[in-house]
Each structure stands twice: as structure tokens, then as C-alpha cells.
């Protein structure tokens, strides 16, 4: 059973998701412009971007968590449950709430591992690289992300359960 929402928890999940949905929609734009001015860089000047394919490569980072986070608030994310596919949605419903608390415990368990994981990397990483590294950060921020997003559609109703306002 879901805990009624309080109106500040709304209010927390309204300003998160038009962050994400701005993180999410503001890097695809400029990935897809840094990848057609690549593109036209090589193609008419025999030239390229500095570090724009490592720069589109934690872009597409950026695009995917946040996409996956909207993704879990309006219940429109990827399942990879056998039971929902034999049970009638009634019954599917009842069993999302504790798989998506689980989602939310392995999603934080790997949220502070890729955290770790960055903290050595930015001990060791040279000087003139830093600004990869501080792109990096998405990584463990986008699984808390992800944790955050199926806590709160665990312990309330997902955006596609809510009846329109």
C-alpha cells in the first residue's frame, strides 16, 4: 500500500522533474549540436572539436540518467519482471512498490560505488584532465538519481497512477 503524498513531497517531485526533464532535454540539444558541428568540422575543414568525443561521451551519460530518472517518474521505464507479463495490471501493481524499493537499494549501492570509484580517479587524475573528471561526477549522482526517482514511486504513486489535476 502507497503513503498518501504530502503536498511538500509534490512540491520536491514537481522541482525535480522539471530539472530533470531540463539536464535531460539541455544535453541532448547539445549533444547533437556538438556531434553536427563535429561533423561539419571534419567533413568541410579537415579539422575537429577539441575533446568534443570525450565531451559527447559523458554527455550521452547525462542524457541517459536523466532520462532514466522521467523514465521511472512516469512508470514508462524498461521491466525486466516475468510476473508482470502473466498477472493482470491489478495485481502487477501491488508487487511494484516493494521492486521499486529494491530498485531504490541497489541503485544507491551503486551510487556509492561509482562514488569511490570517482573519489580515487580525482586523487589521481592529472591537472590538465580535472574537467573530465568533474564531468564524471554523473555517474554516482545519476544512480542517486535513478535511488532517489524509485524511493519516492516506491513509497508513493507513480506520476502515471496520479489522476490529472
Known sequence: MLIPEPAWISNFRHALLRMETLVAGGSL????????????ARNFFDSSIPSADILS????????FFGGALAIDYDKHIRLDV?????PLERCRKFRPPLYLISAVVCAIFAWA??????????????HERWASILALVTP??????????L???LFAPR???PAQ
Open 29 to 40: 540539444l547539445l549533444l547533437l549540436g556538438l556531434i553536427f558541428g563535429q561533423v561539419l
Open 83 to 87: 510476473i508482470a507479463a502473466c498477472l
Open 160 to 162: 502515471s497512477d496520479v
Open 141 to 150: 549522482l545519476g544512480f542517486g538519481l535513478l535511488a532517489l526517482n524509485f
Open 114 to 127: 561509482a562514488g569511490r570509484f570517482w573519489y580515487d580517479d580525482w586523487q589521481y587524475v592529472a591537472e
Open 57 to 64: 561521451r559523458y554527455l550521452v551519460l547525462y542524457v541517459t
Open 152 to 154: 519516492l514511486s516506491g
